[in-house]
């Protein structure tokens, strides 16, 4: 699995952007948004229970994460048709302001090593990405688990601080100081 200090791999993803079949799709690459943090939440599957809680959760807190110059991404192995259909049959997630990226062929999933041996989907591994790249955060849950999406956000906080951060320290917190 690739971990803190690895370089993200590349990708070009199909990508569903709304819940209007004239606007929906879109093509997303590594190239996008040079120059922003990128968080990546992977997940197992489409029309599931845990999943949506999760997608909701970050398109609620979504605004946080721009102000912190980041980019929100899900992925998941479904197709983006699946991607679409979910997101217009869902009422929370018909105006979702993050993109669902279809992984399909499961190339990034393969790439990162986050697929599940016996269900070949994607486990709920979490990426912070850095704007040169670089993997600064990585969380794995188990299928039956959901992630802490305010963790999330804090984590990217505390590594923007560019300082050391001690154990439950919050943004506003005193960072430590080496004698």
Not at 128 to 142: F, H, K, L, M
Not at 149 to 155: F, Q
């Amino acid at each position: 699995m690739l971990t803190v200090g690895d370089r993200f791999p590349e990708f070009s993803l199909k990508a569903v952007a709304s819940a209007d079949i004239q606007t929906a799709f879109t093509d997303i690459s590594h190239e996008d948004d040079q120059g922003s943090w990128k968080v990546f939440f992977f997940y197992p599957k489409d029309f599931t229970f845990i999943c949506p809680t999760e997608i909701i959760e970050f398109d609620r807190l979504q605004k946080d994460f721009e102000k912190l110059n980041a980019k929100v991404y899900g992925v998941s192995t479904d197709s983006e048709f699946v991607h679409l259909a979910w997101r217009q049959n869902h009422p929370g997630l018909k105006n979702l302001s993050i993109p669902l990226l279809s992984d399909i062929k499961k190339d990034l999933s393969e790439a990162l090593g986050i697929l599940d041996e016996h269900e070949g989907v994607c486990l709920r591994a979490t990426y912070i990405v850095d704007p040169t790249g670089t993997i600064r955060s990585v969380t794995v849950n188990d299928l039956s688990v959901g992630r802490n999406i305010p963790e999330t956000l804090r984590t990217l906080e505390a590594l923007q601080t560019n300082e050391l951060t001690p154990c439950n320290w919050n943004p506003g917190d005193e960072v430590l100081k080496v004698a």
